[in-house]
């Protein structure tokens, strides 16, 4: 398609702007029961989006799909830290530290694993990549958050 470079270069701008959003807001509503909603249902959401982006394959819908992934999971990181250092206050430290380690191997790997794909099957298949890890963390936090087991959740 011949489409401007920039806008084939804003979509990621979007997704970024989407995620400042996610993480001014999610810092006022900082409380568990709006955040671990937000991020459960926003992984999912988030990963709809960038996957329909990818299918349709349009420029402008593509950004704006891109902007709403970024609202929607923009809070994950922080919220993750924060509710993990709740959990186990005396290891606060040690866990972000293992959440930082484990999103910077994941982002060593990733473009590796993509350009693997976009080599063997084409670019655009590689792309549907994106969305793929915030699938699977909506349905890690389905599993682990109706885990009755989790130091700092409230027994009901």
């Known amino acids: 398609k011949d489409i401007p470079i920039m806008v084939?270069?804003?979509?990621?701008?979007?997704?970024?702007?989407?995620?400042?959003?996610?993480?001014l807001i999610s810092a006022r509503l900082n409380r568990d029961d709006i955040i671990i909603p937000w991020v459960t249902?926003?992984?999912?959401?988030?990963?709809?989006?960038?996957t329909?982006?990818?299918?349709?394959?349009?420029p402008y819908f593509m950004i704006a799909c891109y902007f709403i992934?970024?609202?929607?999971?923009?809070?994950?990181?922080?919220?993750?830290?924060?509710?993990?250092?709740?959990a186990f206050p005396a290891h606060?430290?040690?866990?972000?530290?293992?959440i930082c380690?484990?999103?910077?191997?994941?982002?060593c790997i990733a473009p590796i694993l993509m350009g693997g794909i976009a080599d063997a099957v084409g670019m655009?298949?590689?792309?549907?990549?994106?969305?793929?890890?915030?699938?699977?963390?909506?349905?890690?936090a389905i599993i682990g958050f109706?885990?009755?087991d989790i130091p700092g959740k409230s027994k009901q």
């Open 52 to 58: 329909v982006a990818v299918a349709i394959d349009q």
């Open 124 to 140: 655009h298949t590689a792309m549907f990549m994106g969305g793929l890890p915030l699938l699977a963390i909506f349905v890690i």
């Open 146 to 148: 109706n885990k009755q």
């Open 8 to 23: 084939a270069q804003f979509s990621a701008s979007a997704l970024w702007i989407g995620i400042i959003v996610s993480r």
């Open 41 to 50: 249902f926003g992984s999912l959401v988030g990963g709809i989006f960038m």
């Open 92 to 98: 606060t430290g040690v866990s972000a530290t293992m």
């Open 69 to 86: 992934a970024g609202i929607t999971t923009g809070a994950l990181i922080p919220s993750l830290i924060a509710r993990v250092g709740k």
């Open 101 to 107: 380690l484990f999103i910077t191997i994941g982002s």
